[in-house]
T-cell receptor, first 119, second 110 residues
Framework: GAGVSQSPSNKVTEKGKDVELRCDPI?????LYWYRQSLGQGLEFLIY????????KSGLPSDRFSAERTGGSVSTLTIQRTQQEDSAVYLC?????????????????FGPGTRLTVL | DAKTTQPTSMDCAEGRAANLPCNHS???????VYWYRQIHSQGPQYIIH???NNETNEMASLIITEDRKSSTLILPHATLRDTAVYYC???????????FGKGTLLTVNP
């Protein structure tokens, strides 16, 4: 079946511009996560959605970052007034409801990521 | 989340077993051990997880010590496509973020 998809795959923007990154989770997955991976760095958690609500936003680095999820499906990560240090690969993951067959307990399925470059 | 310690890098010959260690001495009773890997330029991929019993699936085996303070991921017959960064993560077995460390870069050599 279809996996997690993200768009765009690559985004180049100028410092100060706003960007929107999109994540389409696997159908039926109730949990959705955003991470980012800067060059040479590990993966950093940003935000977690359960349905349309975000019980954990602790990883968002500043108030320039926001995310929403609508209809329990698609999520958008928005970065306002981008800075060069925002350059990274932004990864989205989703996981099925606990106890769902075909998946390990809360296994997270990752998309291919969006590579953001801020000039 | 409990902190994990892994070697920075390891090498393995193609066709041989790859044994990747992980120390998690501060693991809590409700925390599971998860392994993910990240092949270059791809998103992370789930491999296996366990609580206290050893586990095996089509990809790998997970051996957890009796005191749960360390574990070993075993790829029984490594191939060149197994070259990746392998992450050992401990977290509660509920919907929860993954906290990635530096992982182990496994290089499978022909």
């Amino acid at each position: 079946g279809a996996g997690v998809s993200q768009s765009p795959s690559n985004k180049v923007t100028e410092k100060g511009k706003d960007v929107e990154l999109r994540c389409d989770p696997i159908s039926g997955h109730t949990a959705l996560y955003w991470y980012r991976q800067s060059l040479g760095q590990g993966l950093e958690f940003l935000i977690y959605f359960q349905g349309n609500s975000a019980p954990d936003k602790s990883g968002l680095p500043s108030d320039r970052f926001s995310a929403e999820r609508t209809g329990g499906s698609v999520s958008t990560l928005t970065i306002q007034r981008t800075q060069q240090e925002d350059s990274a690969v932004y990864l989205c993951a989703s996981s099925p409801p606990p106890g769902t067959s075909g998946g390990a307990m809360n296994e997270q399925f990752f998309g291919p990521g969006t590579r953001l470059t801020v000039l | 989340d409990a902190k994990t310690t892994q070697p920075t890098s390891m090498d393995c010959a193609e066709g041989r077993a790859a044994n990747l260690p992980c120390n998690h001495s501060t693991i809590s009773g409700n925390e599971y051990v998860y392994w993910y890997r990240q092949i270059h330029s791809q998103g992370p991929q789930y491999i296996i997880h366990g609580l206290k019993n050893n586990e095996t699936n089509e990809m790998a085996s997970l051996i957890i010590t009796e005191d749960r303070k360390s574990s070993t991921l075993i790829l029984p017959h490594a191939t060149l496509r197994d070259t990746a960064v392998y992450y050992c993560i401990v977290r509660p077995g509920s919907n929860y973020k993954l906290t990635f460390g530096k992982g182990t870069l496994l290089t499978v050599n022909p």
